[in-house]
């Protein structure tokens, strides 16, 4: 296979984050997903329009040579008139502008001091007026990676397209509630050169985003496009990649493609291309050109002030790798670090260590909520105050592993009642484990007397105390009963 090394690889990015706001970017519905019913369908169709220059965009006349019909969902907290394009946008989400501006400021920026609402057209149906709105907050920045300085080209805040619900002969099914959730647009200028690179770019990008705090998880929250050439070919925009570890190899298959032609003589013609599940791309469109985007006109421009910026220049967030970096030094190893960083806890496991063992309060945030989380517990009640509650009664009343489990299912089931009367409504008492013990051993004489008994036993008698009492405990009435059998 021809790979993209020796080609005259140049690749960007652009990377679309959803903003995890209460309201949408440009009206006060609600910024989720709906988990209801559609309350009302409407059906449109949509044609494309000259720009201001008198031009027409050929991705518009591409997409309205299929013909489409499309139907919208609406739905009643999270879709209203604004998003049904039957009222003008209201004020810009001041929450999304704020968190725009702050990452713009984190990638090196310059702020415009007027941030212009443009209409960038778009007809394939994801927008039911035909364009979606969005707003450059920054230009010109730049972010190190280990191969070097790589620029930054744009920070656009933008509203989210519709989400396709189901596609028909003739016709695509969007649903409302995705359209206008707040999106962060940022791509980078062509200065990557690997493929390896192009994910490290992301992946950084993506730890700048939610550094803020502010960013949406989970599936779909976050998409990746690729803008990929090679000598003698032009841009190649690559939509759709949805994971992070498919970059490096789509990069260099869409390279290997575009070199081959190169080397038989066919043109590499400026188009948009999606990305498959194999990591090779396939036609969507042609590229669009400068003729998409024009004024909001339903919008003033938004004054930005000098006191203002430095205002939040004072207030970044600090960025999640470098709390990485400090809680490394606590003594935990790479892979724990990395668990907490991935489950978004830095913060409460440097709150926590502070007063407890770094190492049981890591095992709690990563392992223990991840496993209750699987069970369907409703762990988001265990604060961190809860939690410093929890971590101060252990240091008194130590228990196993399901003892601390049991403990955790019972304060998220529980969020009032204190750790003490937790543990104690669900503990054995002497007495209790002193019979259960003889009733193992009575069960299992024929493990008495060989080699591993006291081990085997112990297991026994664990499983049946489910946490309710402590190792050591059990093995202290366990050596005594066995002890006097001999």
Request: hydrophobic fraction near 40%.
């Amino acid at each position: 296979m021809v790979t993209a090394k020796g080609s005259g690889l140049k690749c960007g990015i652009e990377i679309h984050q959803q903003l995890d706001t209460l309201h949408k970017l440009f009206c006060g519905c609600a910024a989720r997903l709906s988990a209801d019913r559609y309350s009302v369908a409407m059906t449109r169709k949509l044609r494309p329009v000259a720009g201001e220059m008198g031009s027409t965009d050929s991705a518009a006349v591409f997409e309205k040579a299929k013909g489409m019909e499309f139907q919208y969902f609406s739905y009643p907290l999270e879709s209203c008139l604004v998003e049904a394009d039957e009222e003008p946008p209201h004020q810009i989400n001041q929450e999304a502008l704020e968190v725009a501006l702050k990452v713009a400021l984190m990638l090196n920026c310059e702020i415009p001091g007027e941030i212009h609402v443009m209409r960038k057209t778009v007809i394939d149906g994801s927008n039911t007026s035909g364009f979606q709105r969005t707003a450059l907050v920054g230009m010109n920045g730049w972010m190190q990676t280990p191969s070097g300085k790589v620029g930054i080209s744009n920070v656009c805040l933008e509203e989210d397209s519709c989400q396709i619900v189901r596609k028909e002969a003739g016709r695509t099914v969007y649903g409302l509630d995705r359209l206008g959730i707040p999106l962060i647009e940022i791509g980078t200028s062509p200065d990557i050169h690997e493929p390896q690179q192009a994910m490290d770019v992301a992946e950084k990008i993506g730890m700048v985003l939610q550094s803020t705090g502010a960013a949406k998880k989970g599936l779909g929250t976050i998409r990746q496009d690729l803008n990929v050439s090679v000598d003698g070919g032009e841009r190649i925009e690559v939509k759709g990649v949805q994971r992070l570890g498919m970059i490096p190899k789509v990069v260099e298959m869409e390279a290997a493609r575009q070199k081959v032609l190169a080397t038989k003589g066919k043109p590499v013609a400026s188009e948009v291309r999606k990305a498959l599940p194999d990591c090779r791309t396939e036609f969507l469109r042609p590229m669009s050109g400068t003729a998409r985007l024009y004024p909001e006109t339903d919008m003033s421009p938004i004054e930005i002030g000098k006191d203002y910026i430095a205002m939040l220049k004072r207030n970044l967030p600090e960025l999640i790798s470098d709390k990485a970096k400090r809680v490394a030094s606590s003594g935990l190893n790479d892979e724990m670090v990395n668990q907490l960083k991935q489950a978004g806890q830095l913060d409460a496991f440097e709150a926590l260590a502070k007063a407890f063992d770094p190492k049981v309060v890591a095992v709690v945030l990563t392992s223990f909520v991840k496993q209750l989380k699987g069970e369907g517990i409703a762990i988001e009640k265990l604060t961190q105050e809860r939690l410093h509650e929890m971590f101060s009664f252990l240091n008194v009343n130590p228990l196993p592993k399901e003892g601390m489990l049991d403990l955790m299912r019972g304060m998220s089931n529980s969020p009032q009642k204190a750790p003490k009367d937790l543990a104690k409504a669900g503990g054995m008492s002497d007495d209790e484990v002193r019979v259960l013990v003889r009733k193992v051993i009575s069960q299992k004489k024929e493990l008495i007397g060989q080699h591993n008994a006291e081990q085997a036993l112990m297991g026994l008698v664990m499983k049946e105390v489910h946490g309710r009492a402590s190792g050591a405990t059990v093995m202290k009435f366990l050596k005594e009963e066995l002890g006097a059998r001999k």
